[in-house]
């Protein structure tokens, strides 16, 4: 079976994002300062061929450990669909 993996990598609640700070800060100057604690992380999409939902889902999740995530600074969530 076929399916498609989405992948959210973001950057830990308890960690500055220095990046969505500079666009947090910068929404102000075009008008939108009511918009804040922008954070700013990755997405991710990949297909995976597999025998069933269950190892898919224990795939990906390896992926994102070994790989597409640095569980030090980062978390990660996951949806898969049969492609």
């Known amino acids: 079976m076929k399916f ?6 973001m950057p830990l609640k308890s960690l500055l994002d220095p990046q969505g700070k500079a666009v ?3 929404m102000k100057n075009i008008d939108l300062s009511e918009i ?11 297909d995976i061929e597999a025998e069933n939902l269950e190892t898919a ?14 569980q030090i600074m980062e978390s990660y969530t996951f949806n898969l669909v049969e492609c």
């Open 24 to 26: 947090t800060a910068s």
């Open 36 to 46: 804040e604690n922008v954070r700013i992380g990755k997405h991710i999409t990949l």
């Open 4 to 9: 498609k993996a989405e992948i959210d990598i």
């Open 57 to 70: 889902k224990k795939k990906v999740d390896t992926a994102c450990q070994k790989m597409l995530c640095n």
